[in-house]
C-alpha cells in the first residue's frame, strides 16, 4: 500500500504560493487577528484537529496493513497444513502400495524357492538311492574279491 504525502496539507506557515487561496501570510492573520482575536486560535486548534486526523489516517491504514499480512500468515499456515496432511496420505498411500508389491514379490519367490526345494529334495532322495547302490555293489565287489583271493591261494 503506497502513501503519498503529497496530497496532505502543510502544517507550516512558509511563504505562500502565488494564487493559492489556502495559504496564510502574515498579513491575512494579521487581519484576522484585527478583527477576531479568536481566528488564530481556531486555525491552529484546526491544524491540530488535521494532524490528528492525519495521524488516526495514518493509524488505521497501518492497521489495515497488519491485519492484510495477519490474515496472509493464516492463510498460508492453512495452506502448509493442508500440504502437510495431502503429503502424509500420499505417503502412506505409496508405503501401503510397496508393501502389497513387497508381498506379492515374496509369495512368488516363495513358491520358486518351494519348487526348488522340491527338486533339491528328490536330487537328495535319488543321490541317497545312488549312494545305497554304490555301498551295495562296493561290498559285492570287496565279496568278490575276497572269494578271487581265496581261490588264488588255495590253488599253488
Do not use: W
Not at 132 to 148: V, Y
Request: hydrophobic share 30%; charged share 30%.
Amino acid at each position: 500500500m503506497d502513501f503519498f504525502f503529497d496530497d496532505l496539507p502543510s502544517t507550516s506557515m512558509s511563504t505562500p504560493k502565488k494564487g493559492n487561496k489556502d495559504s496564510l501570510t502574515l498579513d491575512d492573520t494579521a487581519y484576522d487577528l484585527s478583527r477576531n482575536t479568536s481566528s488564530s486560535v481556531s486555525l491552529t486548534e484546526i491544524e491540530r484537529q488535521h494532524s490528528s486526523s492525519c495521524i488516526d489516517d495514518i493509524s488505521k491504514k497501518a492497521q489495515e496493513m497488519v491485519e492484510k499480512i495477519n490474515h496472509g500468515r493464516t492463510r498460508d499456515q492453512e495452506m502448509m497444513d493442508s500440504f502437510q496432511e495431502k503429503l502424509t496420505e500420499k505417503v502412506t498411500e505409496m508405503c501401503q502400495l510397496m508393501k502389497e508389491h513387497m508381498y506379492i514379490v515374496y509369495e512368488k519367490n516363495s513358491n520358486e524357492i518351494q519348487v526348488k526345494l522340491q527338486e533339491l529334495s528328490e536330487v537328495l532322495e535319488n543321490c541317497s538311492k545312488l549312494n545305497q547302490e554304490l555301498l551295495e555293489a562296493s561290498q559285492a565287489l570287496a565279496c568278490l574279491r575276497d572269494g578271487l583271493d581265496i581261490n588264488q591261494r588255495s590253488e599253488p
